[in-house]
Every structure is written in structure tokens, then in C-alpha cells.
């Protein structure tokens, strides 16, 4: 009994090793055979993505108008009949979202008005560009040009002639180590956020329904001057200067004083200069 019961644990030993190795080779197989069918797909697809099919045959760009269509193109390398996936090369991103990021980079960097750009696969053959643009807000002299800066404060472009553009103009920035397409360097940067703090305040009064709508100073600021923060400075019409003094002091009182002179105490030939620095209530001084 003894013996029979040895061999027949014996035999149920091997045959659950028999039944493992198969299990085994069967993995093994499935494993081999899920390799095979995931190169097989993969050179598939590599196929037909270097395929004829994938060849560029059109280029579409929309939200530019700064630049014209050839010149948005000409910086991405995109070429109508190149492939597109050659084009790319092995950019795994640009791969799984159908877009081109290099193109998308080349566009903001060489592009200065351009904010943002994206570059997609519109399957199988053609492109969409799509840009969205800085626009100029103010202009700033530099070096006997005029720079264009928009309201975060990149350096768009440098003008010899800006009375086209009907925009106000900021004096005080240094543009140290500033280049087109970059935002302003910090110092500059505080000064051109008290810039827009007191165009803010400007606006606010001027919007206020209890005033007039002909009598905005907003529409005759010539300029602002930002180079001392407790002395900032504007131009109105060209012949009346004023000091509002410390730009935290920059509000409501001062400038209603100031629409008040300017507008109904002062005639249209009156030139001269206003210093709020010493007093809420300055007095004018004309010009001699």
C-alpha cells in the first residue's frame, strides 16, 4: 500500500510539472506572438507614416495679421510634398498630438507679435496654422527708433514712423539687455506696471458718466514719464506738463483737479507747468 501510494504521488508530481511547463511554453508563446504583432503594427504604421499619403499638399494659417501667410510659413520648415512625419522627425509629442512643437517654438521666437502658435496634422495631408497675436499698446523711443510694447510687456517691433498706430507713448524705460520678442527686464517691467496703473486710473475717471465724454484726458496725454516712481510725469496736448508726484498718489482727487484746470481753467493756448508734488491743489505756472 505503502508503494502504490509513493508511485502515485509521484505520478501527480510530474504531472503538475508537465502542466506547468506547459503552461510555461504557453506564455511564452502568447508572449513571442504579442512581440511579433506589436513590431508588425509598428512597422505599419511607420510605413504609411513615411508614406506618400502623409505628404503635405496644403498649408492653411489663420489669426495672423501682422505677418502675411509665406512668412508664417517660411520659419516653420514645412514644405508643401515633404512628409510630415519626416519633417518632424522622432519628437515622440509632436508624434501623439499630430502637431509640430518645433514648428510651433520657430513661429514664437522668430515671429515677435506672435503669442501663442500651434502647428497640427489636419489627417491625412494637410496643415493648420493656427497664431493668436500681440497687439501694440504703447510706444516707447529708444536710440532714435520707437518700440512697439504690448501689455505684458514684450518688445514687438521698432518703428522710424509710429503716427499710424494712434498710440500713447511711455518715456523713462532703459531697454537694458532687452531684445525684440522678449519681455522687458525687470526694472523696467515696475515701471512700465506703474505705466499702466495710472493709464487705469486715467481711464477710470474718464469712464465715470458724470463727466463729460469730450473733456477725457486719456485723448490728450502726449506721454507719461516713468523714470522717477515719486515724480511721474505726463504731457497734455503738447503744452501743459504735470507732475502727479508718487504714483501711489495717482487717483481719483488728483486727476479730477487736473480735468478741472485743464479743461475749464486753462485756455487752448495756455502752456505752462502743473506740480502736484507740493499739494493737492497746485497752481498753474505758465510758460514764460
Given at each position: ?102 514648428a510651433e517654438k520657430s513661429i514664437e521666437e522668430k515671429c515677435h507679435y506672435v503669442k ?173
Amino acid at each position: 500500500m505503502k508503494k502504490k501510494h509513493r508511485r502515485n504521488e509521484i505520478s501527480r508530481e510530474m504531472d503538475r510539472k508537465y502542466k506547468r511547463k506547459i503552461r510555461k511554453r504557453k506564455r511564452i508563446l502568447k508572449f513571442v506572438r504579442f512581440i511579433l504583432l506589436t513590431v508588425l503594427s509598428l512597422l505599419t504604421i511607420v510605413f504609411l507614416a513615411l508614406s506618400p499619403l502623409f505628404n503635405i499638399s496644403a498649408i492653411y494659417v489663420s489669426g495672423n495679421s501682422n505677418y502675411n501667410n509665406n512668412e508664417i510659413i517660411d520659419v516653420t520648415n514645412l514644405i508643401i510634398g515633404n512628409n510630415w512625419f519626416r519633417t518632424n522627425g522622432l519628437d515622440l509629442k509632436s508624434i501623439l498630438l499630430f502637431r509640430s512643437i518645433q514648428a510651433e517654438k520657430s513661429i514664437e521666437e522668430k515671429c515677435h507679435y506672435v503669442k501663442k502658435a500651434t502647428v497640427r496634422l489636419n489627417i491625412p495631408d494637410g496643415v493648420n496654422i493656427t497664431v493668436t497675436e500681440r497687439q501694440p499698446y504703447v510706444i516707447s523711443p529708444y536710440s532714435g527708433a520707437n518700440l512697439l510694447i504690448d501689455v505684458e510687456g514684450y518688445i514687438l517691433d521698432s518703428k522710424q514712423e509710429v503716427s499710424d498706430y494712434n498710440l500713447p507713448v511711455i518715456h523713462g524705460l532703459s531697454f537694458d539687455n532687452s531684445r525684440l520678442g522678449q519681455a522687458l527686464n525687470a526694472e523696467d517691467k515696475k515701471k512700465f506696471d506703474m505705466y499702466k496703473m495710472v493709464v487705469e486710473e486715467i481711464n477710470a475717471l474718464d469712464n465715470d458718466k458724470v463727466y463729460d465724454s469730450d473733456k477725457a484726458i486719456y485723448n490728450v496725454v502726449d506721454y507719461i514719464d516713468v523714470t522717477d516712481w515719486d515724480n511721474i510725469q505726463i504731457m497734455l496736448d503738447g503744452r501743459v506738463r504735470v507732475n502727479l508726484g508718487n504714483y501711489k498718489k495717482i487717483g481719483n482727487y488728483r486727476l479730477s483737479f487736473l480735468r478741472e484746470i485743464f479743461f475749464n481753467k486753462l485756455d487752448e493756448t495756455d502752456k505752462g507747468y502743473l506740480d502736484f508734488t507740493t499739494g493737492d491743489a497746485p497752481s498753474f505756472i505758465p510758460d514764460k
